[in-house]
């Protein structure tokens, strides 16, 4: 979701064994990654950035090689990409109790800091059945579930109006 929220394009690299074959592994990581583009792909394919692709505690680093290391996404690690007609924001690590806060949504008033103006009329959870519940208020959108589960980034479709 950082490499689609930021206008960027993501290759995978899957290097065969010597006869060929794919490995188990490898097998298992690009059918995981099929599993979530299945449930989650209209927040992906054809999707543009948003005019803030993230919200959060956790930093990108720059610099070679530095996609070795892990990065470790917080419940306030939000990104943001556009696609029709809808805004989606992905959190990046789903937290237990299914409540979550994206406070550049809020509805706050018109001034020159304001990041958003909408005002959001509808939220559905890509993947799942259940329908959240949702508010939005100056301190940011509220939302709630309570079957939502994912070790991947979940991901909402709003509505604005």
């Known amino acids: 979701m950082d490499v689609v929220s930021k206008n960027g394009t993501m290759l995978l690299n899957v290097g065969p064994k010597a006869d060929g074959t794919i490995s188990d592994e490898d097998t298992k990581v690009l059918e995981s990654i099929g599993a979530w583009l299945e449930a989650n792909g ?3 394919y054809g999707s543009r950035p948003w005019r803030y692709a993230q919200e959060g505690p956790t930093k ?3 610099g070679q090689f ?10 306030e690690d939000f990104r943001f990409m556009t696609n029709h007609g809808k805004l989606y924001a992905a959190c990046m690590r789903y937290p237990e109790d299914g409540k979550i ?7 706050k008033a018109h001034t020159a800091d304001s990041k958003f103006f909408g005002i959001i009329d509808d939220v559905d959870v890509l993947g799942f059945d259940e329908k959240p ?3 939005q208020t100056e ?3 509220s939302i709630e579930t309570s079957n939502v589960s994912s070790d991947c980034p979940v991901v909402f479709r709003l509505t604005i109006r």
């Open 42 to 44: 209209e927040a992906v």
């Open 60 to 62: 990108e680093v720059q």
């Open 66 to 75: 530095t996609d070795a290391k892990d990065k470790v996404y917080t419940a």
């Open 101 to 107: 806060l994206i406070r550049t949504l809020g509805r």
């Open 133 to 135: 519940v949702f508010e």
């Open 139 to 141: 301190e940011g959108l």
